[in-house]
């Protein structure tokens, strides 16, 4: 395989520069992390799955017109997209009371929320990834007020196509995060993009006869069979690999 550049390794994936001006290899890691990375795994055929999975997942939200930077899969662990340049916030949509959401607020988990909430937060791994305030993210110049209102009306579109998608596989979207960044096109024209990913990495996904979680609370919780959740979301969906979820070797960097 030929050698690339490292550009950056995250908890999940690693970026290589891409083989044209303007482009990045994606690729998918093993790695489980939970808890801003003071839990770590590796679970054999994830990356494979959520490669797949965030490729399907971005292509139908091409054809329905929302900007992204996915160009194409590369081989079973690989994608190409675009190079944007991310913006240190995150927006978490939420649909169902889950997770820290619960927990804050005392809530039950799986109470259905009136309407869906839109949280902000920090993209710091030091200081954990603090939720933060619209006044907060201006002020310190992290994303303008018009980024932050193409931000909210893509991420709210994503999750209208998204929560009637996942119901058509029996499927409930409870929250997802999503990641955002400028691209810049060849005449110099910038646009606000989804960026990163969309898989059961970043998904709570249950299963809308059971509830039974079919995401990376998986992991978090110690409740086992999280390769077998993640198959099952990719078999759903019509997009599990042929030859299944092999364990592919990266490429070979070049620092």
Known sequence: MARRRKLYEGKAKIMYEGPEPGTIIQYFKDDATAFNNQKHGVITGKGVL???????????????GVPNHFIRRVNMREQLVHEVEILPVELVVRNVVAGSLAKRFGLEEGTQLPRSIIEYYYKSDELGDPMVT????????????????????????????????????????VDFKLEFGRWYNEHDEVQIVLADEISPDNCRLWDIATNEKMDKDRFRRDLGGVKEAYQEVARRLGVLPEAGPMDLKGPKAVQ
Request: hydrophobic share 45%.
């Open 50 to 64: 959520n490669n797949r999975i965030s490729e399907y997942l971005m292509s139908k939200l091409t054809e329905i």
């Open 134 to 173: 619209e006044e907060h993210i201006t002020c310190f110049g992290w994303a303008t007020t018009q980024d932050l209102d193409d931000m909210v009306t893509l991420a709210l579109r994503v999750n209208d196509f998204l929560v009637g998608l996942f119901l058509g596989v029996g499927l409930r979207l």
